[in-house]
């Protein structure tokens, strides 16, 4: 499973900032991904909670945020936000030439609560 190794290698990326901020105990844990990332968010959680059935993120809490998906149309020079998954047209002026600016992102930490 795609969320066990992501989660897996979060963990080793905490425990790395704990040995050397010196904290014993996460919080919270804030992720972010983008939309049409392969990233599922229940297989996440999923993974998250089987990780850390001990350690320092044991009794952490895990968020996720979804970053919505940006457009930009070369027909009218605009950046929009698609509420589509798989947006082709300029909700604009119709226009075709669409490109995916953002949205596509894999897994990043934006933030660590801890003690
Ligand atoms: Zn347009």
Same mark, same amino acid.
């Given at each position: 499973?795609?969320?066990? *190794? /992501?989660?897996?290698?979060? +963990?080793?990326?905490? @425990?790395?900032? !704990?040995? =050397?901020?010196? %904290? ?5 844990? *804030? /992720?972010?991904?983008?939309? +049409?990332?392969?990233? @599922?968010?229940? !297989?996440? =959680?999923?993974? %998250? ?15 996720? @945020? ?50």
């Amino acid at each position: 499973m795609h969320e066990l *190794s /992501l989660i897996q290698s979060l +963990l080793t990326i905490i @425990e790395d900032n !704990a040995k =050397e901020h010196g %904290f014993t105990k996460v919080n919270r844990v *804030s /992720l972010s991904c983008g939309r +049409l990332s392969a990233v @599922e968010p229940a !297989a996440l =959680e999923f993974a %998250f909670n089987t990780l850390t059935q001990t350690g320092i993120c044991a009794a952490a809490q895990l968020e996720l @945020e979804i970053l919505p998906l940006q457009v930009y149309c070369y027909d009218c020079n605009r950046e929009f936000t698609s509420p589509d998954s798989d947006p082709t047209i300029c909700p604009d002026c119709r226009g075709d030439q669409v490109m995916v600016t953002a949205g596509l992102q894999e897994l990043q930490l934006l933030e660590l609560d801890v003690d």
